[in-house]
């Protein structure tokens, strides 16, 4: 009996996170991990938790992907989320929280990554894992690399939201590069501003005790 119990234990135990599953994009040859990988590969956490977005920040790309689609010419854009992937090169393959292609521009949809830039690309937190040998200013560094990747593969405009210094960045090839407080309203594309404090506050979420 103890002997049965102890196969039907090992049977029904999961194989270890292999660290290749765990790749969140890759960015100049670098490949970069889900926030807490460590952890997951340790056991302490599971796949899902480390790859799976806070309430807030789903709750935030939800009312962006909302508010573009009352607001933008849908025959014209279409607007994609979910980690949309995009491959720039061989050893570029960047995840997307929102992106806003232009129709003209893309090829058949199928079941691989995009590979024609979008129009503008939003981003909300950041979801890998910034090693400081990577990036020795961490997270400004990498959203630095990222957007001028982006950038330089043709998107006209980045925009990275972050939730917890509640800071909206933005960078495109034409204009200076700036970062702004949540309350500002900017202009999210031509003819449409946005207010990310107000997007919130018009829904009724509270934030406040969120850090």
Not at 9 to 27: A, D, F, W
Not at 63 to 87: C, P, Q, T
Not at 153 to 180: H, M, P, Q, S
Request: charge should be neutral; glycine fraction near 6%; hydrophobic fraction near 40%.
């Amino acid at each position: 009996m103890v002997a049965t119990a102890e196969k039907s234990r090992k049977k029904l135990s999961k194989p270890p996170i292999s660290l290749e599953s765990l790749v969140y994009e890759t960015l100049g040859g670098k490949p970069l991990y889900y926030r807490g990988y460590k952890e997951a590969l340790a056991g302490k956490k599971t796949k899902e938790e480390i790859m799976s977005c806070s309430s807030f920040q789903s709750t935030l790309v939800t009312l962006l992907v909302l508010f573009l689609g009352s607001r933008i010419n849908r025959k014209k854009y279409l607007i994609n989320s979910n980690e949309a992937g995009l491959h720039l090169s061989k050893n570029n393959n960047l995840g997307l929280d929102l992106a806003i292609f232009d129709k003209e521009n893309l090829p058949q949809i199928n079941e691989k990554f995009f590979d024609v830039p979008p129009k503008i690309v939003i981003e909300v937190d950041i979801k890998a894992e910034i090693e400081l040998s990577d990036f020795p200013a961490k997270e400004m560094d990498y959203i630095f690399e990222k957007s001028q990747k982006l950038l330089d593969f043709g998107v006209e405009k980045v925009i990275w939201i972050t939730t917890r210094t509640r800071k909206v960045f933005l960078a495109t090839k034409t204009d200076t590069w700036i970062i702004i407080d949540w309350h500002m309203d900017f202009e999210l594309m031509e003819g449409h501003q946005l207010n990310i404090k107000q997007l919130l506050d018009d829904e009724g979420i509270d934030y406040q005790g969120i850090q």
